[in-house]
């Protein structure tokens, strides 16, 4: 399996910031992906990291609030723009090849507290 | 629409008995399905999966998982209980996509195990 790391890999920030999430992975992968966990929740997908192209986002996130690049086969960024004390959340990002039968392997998550 | 539900919040086990964490779903077409665990602090981890074939799944850390189509059940289980499988457990089905493969999660289940 790909080995996934992200920075930061927590943060406090203050309202109305915005802050930029990093994911590296040692090789190559065909699809990237961002996850939310909001605390004592599950995982919601928060958009498909598309290289060289705008991000694919999920029904509730939008770009302005969201961005993302993927300039290459092994990296992306997430930004959370003008946050909130709801963004308050870990931040994960996965990768896996092309089919839904594929493995995805996740980063170690990023935890970001917002005051 | 693809879900997943995880009908327990909490199971605890005594050390070295079996374990059983419980998962349904719901897909059109056939399942891709995955269990993850994650520990305090850290990202997720996949244990196993079920694409086709043996419904009896064998996985990581002994682990195994039983895919039962006429109940549309994933069940995680484990022999005997360890106080290190004490973490949160994640099923997931793979919900196909034009763009490959992206994780419908369940709630989660915590797991305790009691020396």
Same mark, same amino acid.
């Not at chain 1, 990768?95 to 039968?101: D, F, I, K, N, R």
């Not at chain 2, 779903?25 to 999966?49: A, D, E, I």
């Not at chain 2, 043996?54 to 106080?83: I, M, R």
């Given at each position: ?40 929740? #599950?995982?919601? $997908?928060?958009?498909? +990291? ?5 991000? *694919?986002?999920?029904? =509730? ?27 308050? #959340?870990?931040? $994960?990002?996965?990768? +896996? ?5 594929? *493995?995805?392997?996740? =980063? ?8 | ?115």
């Amino acid at each position: 399996s790909a080995v996934i790391s992200q920075k930061p890999s927590r943060d406090i920030c203050q309202r109305g910031t915005s802050l930029t999430i990093q994911c590296q992975v040692d090789s190559q992968v065909t699809m990237m992906f961002w996850y939310r966990q909001q605390p004592g929740q #599950s995982l919601t $997908l928060i958009a498909t +990291a598309n290289q060289g192209s705008e991000a *694919t986002y999920e029904s =509730g996130f939008v770009i302005d609030k969201f961005p993302i690049s993927r300039p290459n086969l092994t990296f992306s960024t997430l930004t959370v723009s003008n946050m909130s004390p709801e963004d308050s #959340s870990i931040y $994960l990002c996965s990768v +896996a090849g092309w089919t839904g039968s594929d *493995t995805q392997y996740f =980063g170690p998550g990023t935890r970001l507290t917002v005051l | 629409a693809q879900s997943v539900a995880q009908p327990e919040d909490q199971v605890n086990v005594a050390e070295g008995n079996p374990l059983t964490v419980k998962c349904t779903y719901s897909v059109s077409g056939n399942p891709y399905l995955f269990w993850y665990v994650q520990y305090p602090n850290r990202g997720l981890q996949f244990l196993l999966k079920y694409i086709t074939g043996d419904n009896l799944v064998k996985g990581s850390y002994g682990f195994e998982a039983e895919f039962n189509k006429s109940q549309t059940s994933f069940h995680l289980k484990k022999p005997s209980a360890l106080v290190s499988d004490s973490a949160l457990y994640f099923c997931a089905v793979s919900a196909l996509s034009d763009q490959g493969g992206k994780l419908i999660f369940g709630q989660g289940t915590e797991l305790s195990v009691k020396p």
